[in-house]
């Protein structure tokens, strides 16, 4: 179980939690005892949008996510 956060060169060795693509971000989430998971771009992206989006209350989602993907490359 990986409880510490991969370094910014670890974390591309690691496949994608959810496709299996090189990782480029990680999450982790109580449920899943912190447990640090890798994600590809574009999962991260789905999953930062599903979350903001769970999140009612958060304004201002769409420039939020368009911001991020920006901050990306």
Not at 11 to 30: D, F, H, T, Y
Not at 53 to 62: A, E, L, N, T, Y
């Amino acid at each position: 179980m990986r409880r510490k956060p991969y370094t910014a060169i670890g974390i591309k060795r690691v496949p994608c939690c959810r496709c299996g693509e090189p990782s480029a971000a990680q999450w982790q989430i109580c449920a899943d005892h912190n447990q640090y998971r890798g994600l590809c771009k574009k999962c991260d992206i789905e999953l930062n949008n599903m979350v903001l989006k769970f999140m009612k209350r958060i304004p201002r989602r769409v420039e939020k996510m368009l911001d991020y993907i920006e901050g990306m490359d």
